[in-house]
Nanobody, 125 residues
Framework: QVQLVESGGGLVQAGGSLRLSCAAS????????MAWFRQAPGKERELVAA???????YYADSVKGRFTISRDNAKNTVYLQMNSLKLEDTGVYYC???????????????????WGQGTQVTVSS
């Protein structure tokens, strides 16, 4: 049974930082493309960042230069370091895993097989 468990969310002031973690179990982590999505109130879920098996990365334009995705295959964990947080970064952040996507297709939300329960990130002014 695959489980993705996010942690690290919380309340932070604009300009601050948070580090999200997602611990995976029940799958061969090194074979999975991993990603972070977010969903703001009243909006659709969107891809924030993704990392391929080999460490190639993708970032949404809105977070480029501020967020960093990384993975530790020895710990079966993917991270999202979020700096210079803005009010518009508020939302529920979800970790996702894909077994069949590659570096050229990892932006496809439909291709993700497993999802975590989400962790709330709230940025205040």
């Amino acid at each position: 049974q695959v489980q993705l468990v996010e942690s690290g969310g919380g309340l932070v002031q604009a300009g601050g930082s948070l580090r999200l973690s997602c611990a995976a179990s029940g799958l061969t982590f090194s074979n999975a493309v991993m990603a972070w999505f977010r969903q703001a109130p009243g909006k659709e879920r969107e891809l924030v960042a993704a990392i391929s098996r080999a460490g190639g990365t993708y970032y949404a334009d809105s977070v480029k230069g501020r967020f960093t995705i990384s993975r530790d295959n020895a710990k079966n964990t993917v991270y999202l370091q979020m700096n210079s947080l803005k009010l518009e970064d508020t939302g529920v952040y979800y970790c996702a895993a894909a077994l069949r996507l590659g570096i050229l297709t990892m932006t496809s939300m439909q291709g993700y097989d497993y999802w975590g329960q989400g962790t709330q990130v709230t940025v205040s002014s």
